[in-house]
């Protein structure tokens, strides 16, 4: 079955480390996005790719970076330089170029600074 | 800037029972909306749209009605169902733009549907 996975589920990291969170999609979707939830705010955009090797910020991008490699993969670095980083990452993909077509989501992974 | 609102944080309906979710935007630009359900520890799973030139959308128990005058959607479900409880996000796009596929999201409101 087609989809998007999103692994670690759940991950810990100490205070100045690096951590990557990984999604993959076989949907052969052209967009991938990256959304960061946190309680009463809703979705926010951290970064978009369009197609292989561009991607865009979004409007939380700081603190994170992205790479754009291969269609199927969109792996987001949360950086030492985030400063609140605990929280719950979804990954996102949609067709494209489709004009309002839907997003699908991965089940998400929750990212815990001790 | 809070381009979509969802001004009720939670909602509490009797199973059976009409749910309204309320929304509001304020780009006029926007040309598609979509309504997001998602439960905790989940990705949110996509549940009905609506395009611009459409005042109301139907499937199922859900319909989502859109007033472009008003920069205001509303989603119905009827009857509500306990295994409805869940956050319910609104979110819009602008299609024609440069930046398709970036949904602008509401906050979410809590939907719990007691028995």
């Known amino acids: 079955d087609g989809g998007i996975t999103q692994s670690p589920k759940y991950l810990f990291r100490k205070e100045g480390q690096n951590v990557t969170l990984s999604c993959e999609q076989n949907l052969n979707h052209d967009a991938m996005y990256w959304y960061r939830q946190d309680p009463g705010q809703g979705l926010r955009l951290i970064y978009y790719s369009q197609i292989v090797n561009d991607f865009q910020k979004g409007d939380i991008a700081e603190g994170y970076s992205v790479s754009r490699e291969k269609k199927e993969s969109f792996p987001l670095t949360v950086t030492s330089a985030q400063k609140n980083p605990t929280a719950f990452y979804l990954c996102?993909?949609?067709?494209?170029?489709?004009?309002?077509?839907?997003?699908?989501f991965g089940e998400g992974s929750r990212l815990t600074v001790l | 800037d809070q381009q979509v609102k969802q001004n009720s944080p939670s909602l509490s309906v009797q199973e059976g029972r009409i749910s309204i979710l309320n929304c509001d935007y304020t780009?006029?630009?926007?040309?598609?909306f979509l309504w997001y359900k998602k439960y905790p520890a989940e990705g949110p799973t996509f549940l009905i749209s609506?395009?611009?030139?459409?005042d109301k959308n139907e499937d199922g128990r859900f319909t989502v009605f859109l007033n472009k005058s008003a920069k205001h959607l509303s989603l119905h479900i009827v009857p509500s169902q306990p295994g409805d409880s869940a956050v319910y996000f609104c979110a819009a796009i602008y299609a024609g733009g440069t930046s398709y596929g970036k949904l602008t999201f509401g906050q979410g409101t809590i939907l719990t549907v007691h028995p």
């Open positions: 780009n006029s630009m926007f040309d598609y």
């Open positions: 996102a993909s949609r067709k494209g170029l489709v004009s309002g077509g839907e997003l699908f």
């Open positions: 609506i395009s611009s030139i459409k």
